[in-house]
């Protein structure tokens, strides 16, 4: 898996960027990559998580800020 191939992260919606990470997390598992191979996918795994964690901050924020102040 070439990251160069792959979408840009800030242009993937929350939902394909979690599909992509489970993806990466189950080539992974499977094992049988060369090590620059799992290298690769771990380094996309990990952006990938961070923009699952952006995405997921940020509607924390808008909730946030929806809610009423008590």
Do not use: F, H, I
Request: net charge negative; proline share 3%.
């Amino acid at each position: 898996m070439s990251t160069e191939a792959s979408p840009d992260l800030s242009a993937l919606s929350y939902e394909q960027a979690r599909e992509e990470l489970v993806a990466v997390v189950s080539k992974l598992e499977a094992g049988g990559a060369s090590l620059e191979e799992s290298l690769a996918l771990w380094e996309r795994g990990e952006a990938l998580a961070k923009r699952c964690e952006e995405w997921l901050e940020g509607a924390r924020r808008r909730l946030a800020e929806a809610r009423p102040e008590e």
